[in-house]
T-cell receptor, first 113, second 114 residues
Framework: KAGVTQTPRYLIKTRGQQVTLSCSPI?????VSWYQQTPGQGLQFLFE???????NKGNFPGRFSGRQFSNSRSEMNVSTLELGDSALYLC????????????FGPGTRLTVT | AQTVTQSQPEMSVQEAETVTLSCTYD???????LFWYKQPPSRQMILVIR??????QNATENRFSVNFQKAAKSFSLKISDSQLGDAAMYFC???????????FGTGTRLTVIP
């Protein structure tokens, strides 16, 4: 099976712009979670989608949003980018259900200038 | 809220030797899962091992094993016969109840010395 794929792998944006990141889960996986990784804050949970519904959300401002499509692919959007949004954004997928192994994609490195 | 403590920011081990990475956590849940992930320089997060809290038997995956002490809320990872490819950041992560959201520790950077 193909692994989790994320596009684009690298992205440079200017402060104030918006950005959309994409994640394609492993075939058959219906849960997609997003994480932000920064040197200062470490790995933090953003949100999880399951069957096109946001099931859980971390402590991030409303500028961070996401969605999931019927084929389980997911996108996350960040509006009005700030310098502090520079990070590695990781997507992980798992089978239906809870507390199962999550398999991570390679990440999208976002740089905000 | 859950807290995860990895008290060893950096560890080193000689190739072929054994090393143990420590992790303690705090949770009010009685039923949960715990994971160890590794993140090599490529930044790809890789699942190392998983432990169900309701199981008393410690999980083992080839050279990787855990010492899970539920009452002490301790979840250490033992790597036997260390290999150069084991060099990475290692993260301990319990899974919150109700959804698939991992709560990561700050990580331990493991260096393997040839």
């Amino acid at each position: 099976k193909a692994g989790v794929t994320q596009t684009p792998r690298y992205l440079i944006k200017t402060r104030g712009q918006q950005v959309t990141l994409s994640c394609s889960p492993i075939s058959g996986h219906r849960s997609v979670s997003w994480y932000q990784q920064t040197p200062g804050q470490g790995l933090q949970f953003l949100f999880e989608y399951f069957s096109e519904t946001q099931r859980n959300k971390g402590n991030f401002p409303g500028r961070f949003s996401g969605r999931q499509f019927s084929n389980s692919r997911s996108e996350m959007n960040v509006s009005t980018l700030e310098l502090g949004d520079s990070a590695l954004y990781l997507c992980a997928s798992s089978l239906a259900g809870e507390r199962l192994e999550q398999y991570f994609g390679p990440g999208t490195r976002l740089t905000v200038t | 809220a859950q807290t995860v403590t990895q008290s060893q920011p950096e560890m080193s081990v000689q190739e072929a030797e054994t090393v143990t990475l420590s992790c303690t956590y705090d949770t009010s849940e009685s039923d949960y899962y715990l994971f160890w992930y590794k993140q090599p320089p490529s930044r790809q997060m890789i699942l190392v091992i998983r432990q169900e809290a309701y199981k008393q038997q410690n999980a083992t995956e080839n050279r990787f094993s855990v010492n899970f002490q539920k009452a002490a809320k301790s979840f250490s990872l033992k790597i036997s016969d260390s290999q150069l490819g084991d060099a990475a950041m290692y993260f301990c992560a319990p899974n919150q109840t109700g959804a698939n959201n991992l709560f990561f520790g700050t990580g331990t950077r493991l260096t393997v010395i040839p």
